[in-house]
């Protein structure tokens, strides 16, 4: 982008040059002679001349296109190191060109009169120049959008197929028809909730494999499905704690971001009877907040952190606001920053 913005600016600098200039330049190229002997200006003083314009375009166009954003001086405000910035780059603009113009020229104008032309053309260009520069800096902001928003996109799939393998790996899978085939074998009751709850699982993990957001109440339905499947494994060992006011439940979410908790939750920690695991769920402030009592896996392994890295990617790309992560010696905590239901699907 870099390089974009700095071809833009040369053809800019370039375009606006020869507009402030065409017609000087018909007009010494028709009448040479009679130019010359009036003001002195030729054509290697008109050359001149829009080399000096073309410099002193191409730098107030890449200090309003790049460098304003990179140049900050401690104690001074942005906007007012912008505007000092730019009338000084008027101001020098001015001057080089009045000093240059009033030693070549070698007509009858005098000093004062090629100082008010001049000054009269960076009136007219300075303003251009900004406006120019503005349209730019709209247009690259529009651009970065529009690949934020992709990037977001790619990020939301790479989740959601992470998402999907999770449910249907080989240990899901075997874990669950484990526990299926205890109660089948122990002919319970709730054998068909529990193939109904495994099938509803992996029919809703296909369907949402577009939505990059989903409501908190959907999301509660997914998670309420995939506990009920861990309970049947873990029993009373496993229990989830959500404390969700009604209100709440119509705000978006990242999908699959509360079973992915909650599975990293299963993952590192041992659910046994005298270390049962809790996982609580309930707002605070702006965030919601999951978190579980950390009662470490002497054979836990080290996960690659994908999913809490995605996590967190998709909220600073869609939001511009990042999860926050926090852990002492009981606690495992993470607090994710809501989402207004504003489209963010569209």
Do not use: C
């Amino acid at each position: 982008m870099q390089k974009n913005k700095t071809q833009i600016i040369i053809f800019g600098a370039l375009a606006v040059t020869i507009l402030m200039n065409f017609q000087r330049l018909i007009m010494v190229l028709i009448d040479r002679d009679n130019f010359a002997a009036t003001i002195g200006l030729t054509i290697e003083a008109l050359m001149l001349r829009m080399l000096i314009f073309f410099v002193y375009a191409y730098l107030l166009l890449s200090f309003n296109i790049i460098w304003k954003d990179k140049w900050h001086p401690p104690g001074l405000g942005r906007k007012t190191f912008n505007i000092i910035t730019n009338v000084g780059l008027f101001l020098l603009g001015v001057t080089i060109t009045t000093i240059v113009m009033a030693n070549f020229l070698s007509g009858s104008l005098e000093n004062r009169q090629v100082f008010a032309i001049i000054t009269t053309d960076f009136l007219i260009v300075h303003p251009i120049l900004l406006l120019l520069a503005r349209f730019i800096n709209l247009n690259f902001q529009q651009q970065q959008i529009i690949l934020e928003r992709e990037q977001a996109k790619q990020s939301a799939l790479q989740h959601q197929l992470e998402a999907l393998r999770s449910q249907i790996n080989p240990h899901f899978l075997f874990n669950a028809l484990n526990s299926l085939t205890v109660l089948i074998r122990n002919k319970s009751d709730r054998a068909l909730a529990f193939v109904d709850q495994l099938s509803w699982l992996l029919r809703a993990t296909l369907l949402r494999s577009e939505d990059d957001f989903i409501t908190i109440q959907n999301e509660l339905e997914y998670l309420e499905s995939y506990v009920f499947l861990q309970q049947e494994r873990f029993g009373e060992k496993f229990k989830v704690d959500i404390q969700i006011p009604e209100n709440w439940k119509k705000e978006l979410i990242p999908s699959f971001s509360l079973q992915l908790l909650a599975e990293n939750a299963i993952k590192h920690n041992v659910v046994s009877t005298n270390q049962p695991l809790l996982l609580e769920i309930y707002p605070n402030g702006e965030y919601l907040i999951i978190r579980n009592q950390i009662h470490k896996r002497r054979d836990a392994t080290e996960g690659t952190g994908f999913g809490l890295l995605n996590l967190s990617v998709r909220f600073k790309l869609l939001k511009k606001r990042d999860i926050q992560i926090n852990q002492d010696k009981n606690y495992f905590t993470v607090k994710l920053p809501i989402l207004k239901n504003e489209g963010h699907n569209n």
